[in-house]
């Protein structure tokens, strides 16, 4: 469809220029008969009922988003804790998070103004140029200025530009497929009496429609609609009216940290009301309070969501995919069910030649193979090509030349220098077509035609015997979903011409079957859908037959049952939700339709993601969790309106956009483990001294070297973890399990009370010892510092032990760790830095000790992974 922006073609500069449109139309139609409007009335119009154009969305100025933004709780504990940071003089935590918001921000705006764009293109779409008959005269003028009334003229490459009634046709056929998904051209035939608009679909309706293409022929229509009231603004409408939603992750990550705030926030006013009253020192009380606040403020969950989300896009952008809406990068790994659109998704989007019938027998084409044509279908194809434009537009003539210029160009079929004399046009009484051509040194006429093979054979006379033995082969090839064209010829003295064709002495040449062939990747790519617990649903425009032939070449599932879009619409929602659970081919279907269809799998509480490259697919693509746009072929408007866009259309990339979805899903559900793990010692080395009169063990300035390595490592190293071996062999997640489960927090609060066991065991033989506060702080730390990157290790697989983790690479761990050592060795033995942090110098056998106990607080973790890896993996759910 990408024509409809190739306006500088020199075929469509041709059409445009007049010569189609003004001289052409001259001589087959009689203008003087078909006034119009009058300049005078085209403008009382157009000040009454508008432009022909969708109506822009409201816009919404920068501070209003900005508003709205800060007022999201998530992002208010941001601005909080960024806060608190400045008030401790801790600039670069404050920066950090305060820069985060802005960042969000900036996020946000681009999604508000989405909508917008996906509607301007569509506005840009429906708008091209047109040509009009006002005051007995035609002018071509700017399709928004086209009103209610005015007179159309069509021609070959004329996008429509309103919805209008055919008042006069010669052999007009359109491309509707950006409205109806059908990919052949339909034919159109004039009506005589006024009729209102009906909907697109099917041969031999009366109607043209805005943004629709003229493949060929040429056509007098009356405008009916314009602007929103056309099925393209009606499109435009819904879209306008659809909202996107948050993810599942975004919801629950929402929830919990409003429940961490709400915690840490009890348990900092605790701490200082137990300090101040037990010890009688409120100042000390609020720094513990505040010391407390900036341990259990959870500022990693929203940061860990925004770097996992924006790096997984970047990485799925290496995979040729476009992510327009960052948290579909997460939706997509929990996908269930993908809606695909057939045409231009699952096939090329264009016709090829797959078989021939001719001298009594079948032949298979593959038109990639240069002279492989047998010579009993040479004529066949000689006489198929003559009886098309010498500069075919229509996709099935296309095909056709192809063809012969693959197969005959060594030939005497191909007859470039013929002239043609007459053209015969295709006809509602009879679907055929016929050129008259002369050759340079012929004597007789040629004539050549193709058309529906029960017209060819009324042409030919064929007695119905005849057309007995040939309908068995015509079944053959509309079984494998192949379009067929019958092919006949004749001769002629040269004379006043017949004025039809059914005059002629036709002899008939054979059938030749057409087909959008199927993209050679498809199969592989639903097999691996079906293998990572994925539901794929074919949706389409197109006829059950030819569907069901196309579900079959891709392998997919139950294909013998199938819902039409006049079914579709006589079923309530209870009927297609239930029916909905085991069809997987929709055929038939109008705009309206798909969305109604992603809504029914919505409902039932599956996570939908669509494919889709035309207009049509636009408002389901923007309801469904996941909308996924061509990026080669797909229009504007669908790139606009997805989630996703396949850079280069290849159907087989968003199985890897799934593994790395499920991988992101993955790494973040073991970041968010490790950081539930890490702050309960944290918070229990924060609360406990003060609850038992102990000497206060943490200090901000601890915490502050503590989140020097818990944001890295919660944020990068898991970040940039390798998938599992066995992650795109599960099912999807069940889409009503929560996203942080009791098995998950349980096994991770297991994890921090390990540690906090330890390093408060630690922490009281070293008391009880004598060996003083700043010696038991020191070792309870480094216990604690040693035990965090022991979490670290631990949780890069619940399923691996930390020897068989090692063999994956992953160069921010070593860099972490390696600086986390470094840093502490230098807090340790340099005394301006041990006098800052409060510590003491600890001797060789300490630092065993604390290397010993913070290894032996994990320790139990991988016992567990290696008794379940007997049985199956510990996965975190």
Request: proline share 4%.
């Amino acid at each position: 469809m990408f024509i409809f922006f190739c306006n500088s073609t020199p075929w469509l500069r041709r059409a445009r220029g007049g010569l189609n449109g003004s001289k052409l139309m001259k001589n087959n139609f009689n203008i003087a008969a078909l006034p119009g409007l009058s300049e005078a009335e085209a403008a009382e119009i157009l000040k009454l009922e508008g432009y022909n154009e969708l109506p822009s969305s409201k816009q919404r100025g920068i501070f209003s988003i900005a508003f709205d933004v800060v007022r999201e709780p998530m992002f208010l504990l941001l601005v909080a804790c960024g806060i608190i940071y400045l008030v401790l003089g801790d600039v670069r935590e404050a920066m950090m998070l305060l820069g985060f918001v802005f960042v969000v921000m900036g996020i946000t705006l681009y999604q508000e103004r989405k909508t917008e764009r996906a509607l301007e293109a569509l506005r840009d779409l429906s708008s091209p140029r047109a040509m009009v008959i006002r005051d007995e005269k035609q002018r071509r003028i700017a399709g928004r200025e086209v009103v209610r009334g005015d007179v159309l003229i069509l021609a070959e490459g004329d996008r429509v530009p309103a919805d209008a009634m055919l008042i006069s046709s010669i052999n007009l056929s359109a491309d509707e497929s950006l409205l109806t998904g059908e990919s052949m051209p339909v034919r159109k035939t004039a009506c005589d009496t006024d009729k209102e608009i009906g909907r697109p679909g099917g041969d031999n309706l009366p109607f043209v429609y805005s943004g629709t293409l003229i493949v060929q022929g040429q056509g007098i229509a009356k405008v009916k609609a314009i602007g929103i009231n056309t099925e393209l603004g009606r499109i435009g409408k819904s879209l306008q009216e659809l909202g996107t939603e948050d993810t599942l992750l975004h919801k629950e990550t929402r929830r919990l940290v409003n429940r961490l705030a709400i915690t840490g926030i009890l348990l900092c006013g605790l701490v200082v009301i137990l300090y101040g009253i037990t010890r009688g020192n409120w100042l000390n009380g609020l720094l513990a309070g505040l010391t407390l606040a900036m341990a259990t403020l959870p500022e990693e969950f929203p940061v860990v969501l925004t770097i996992f989300l924006a790096l997984g896009a970047w990485r799925i952008s290496k995979k040729q995919v476009l992510t327009r809406r960052v948290p579909a990068v997460e939706t997509l790994g929990a996908c269930t069910v993908l809606c695909v659109d057939k045409t231009g998704t699952l096939t090329m989007n264009s016709m090829t030649v797959k078989k021939i019938f001719a001298g009594g027998g079948f032949c298979d084409i593959d038109s990639r193979s240069e002279g492989a044509l047998p010579e009993d279908c040479h004529e066949i194809v000689e006489f198929g090509i003559l009886a098309s434009k010498i500069d075919p537009f229509d996709p099935m003539e296309k095909a056709l030349r192809q063809l012969g210029i693959y197969s005959l160009s060594h030939t005497e079929h191909l007859h470039d220098d013929w002239t043609l004399v007459h053209e015969y046009p295709l006809s509602h009484d009879l679907l055929a077509l016929s050129h008259v051509w002369k050759s340079p040194d012929g004597a007789d006429y040629v004539i050549a035609s193709k058309g529906a093979p029960e017209a060819v054979f009324d042409l030919c006379h064929l007695t119905e015997a005849e057309k007995a033995d040939l309908y068995p082969h015509i079944n053959a090839m509309a079984d494998e979903g192949l379009r067929v064209l019958g092919i006949a010829r004749a001769e002629f003295k040269p004379a006043d011409l017949p004025e039809g064709h059914h005059d002629f002495t036709f002899e008939f040449l054979g059938f030749i079957g057409l087909a959008d062939p199927v993209r050679p990747t498809v199969a592989h790519a639903i097999k691996e859908c079906y293998t990572a617990g994925m539901r794929v649903i074919m949706i389409t425009g197109d006829y059950p037959g030819t569907a069901q032939n196309i579900a079959k070449q891709i392998g997919l599932d139950s294909v013998e049952e199938f819902i039409a879009g006049p079914d579709l619409d006589s079923m309530d929602d209870a009927e297609l939700r239930r029916r909905i659970k085991k069809v997987n081919i929709f055929a038939r279907v109008v705009p309206e339709q798909k969305l109604r269809i992603v809504n029914a799998l919505k409902a039932t509480g599956e996570i939908v993601a669509m494919t889709g490259d035309g207009v049509n697919d636009a408002p389901a693509l923007k309801s469904a969790h996941i909308g996924i746009a061509m990026g080669e072929r797909g229009t504007d408007v669908a790139r606009e309106a997805a989630s996703l866009v396949l850079l280069d259309d290849n159907f087989s990339s968003i199985v890897g956009a799934v593994r790395i979805g499920r991988r992101i899903f993955d790494n973040l559900k073991k970041a968010m483990a490790y950081i539930f793990a890490i702050h309960v010692p944290i918070i229990g080395l924060s609360l406990l001294p003060v609850a038992f009169g102990w000497p206060l063990i943490l200090l901000p300035v601890h915490i502050v070297f503590l989140e020097l390595i818990i944001d890295p490592a919660c944020s990068i190293i898991f970040e940039a973890e390798n998938e599992e071996m066995d992650i795109m062999q599960r099912r999807p997640r069940d889409p009503r399990e929560p996203l942080f489960g009791l098995r998950s927090i349980g096994l991770s609060l297991m994890q921090g009370v390990s540690v906090l066991v330890i390093v408060i065991a630690v922490f009281g033989i070293t008391l009880y010892r004598g060996q003083g506060e700043l010696d038991a702080r020191t070792m309870t730390i480094t216990t604690l510092i040693i035990a965090n990157l022991g979490l670290i290790f631990v949780n890069r697989s619940w399923s691996r032990t930390i020897v068989s983790t090692l063999r994956s690479p992953n160069p921010a761990l070593w860099w972490i760790s390696g600086g986390s050592l470094l840093f502490l060795g230098l807090i340790l033995y340099i005394p301006f830095m041990r006098q800052l942090f409060h510590f003491s110098k600890l001797h060789l056998f300490d630092l065993a000790i604390c290397f010993s106990a913070g290894i032996i607080s994990i320790l139990w973790f991988e016992l567990l992974k290696i008794f379940n890896g007997q049985k199956k993996p510990v996965r975190q759910g």
